[in-house]
């Protein structure tokens, strides 16, 4: 499985951005996605993810404000982040869990929020 993450940006604070991450290659049994941000001089943290039956569940300081989506007929994995704040700058990863407990990880996608 090859992961793509986009949609990264400028944005400014108070702001809105969907980052996309696209699988290609064999995606059956994957078993969750997710997504994490690593700031600068920061470990990688988890921000939200979603399992194989749709549900999802996220970081405290996300919640409200982002929303994790899958369409899995595109092998599309989604992150709709709203009322984005400074604090949110990080380059945003996506990951897909293998039932074995495989991890593949896409490239990552900068967004950064101005004050």
């Known amino acids: 499985v090859q992961l793509q993450a986009s949609g990264g940006g400028l944005v400014q604070a108070g702001g809105s951005l969907r980052l996309s991450c696209t699988a290609s290659g064999s995606d059956s049994g994957i078993n969750r996605m997710g997504w994490y941000s690593q700031a600068p001089g920061k470990r990688r943290e988890l921000i939200a993810t979603i399992a194989s039956s749709g549900s999802a569940s996220y970081a405290d300081s996300v919640k409200g404000r982002f929303t994790i989506s899958r369409d899995i007929a595109v092998n599309t994995l989604y992150l709709q982040m709203n009322s984005l704040k400074p604090e949110d700058t990080a380059v945003y990863y996506c990951?897909?869990?293998?039932?074995?407990?495989?991890?593949?990880w896409g490239q990552g996608t900068l967004v950064t929020v101005s004050s």
């Open positions: 990951n897909a869990v293998h039932y074995s407990g495989y991890v593949y």
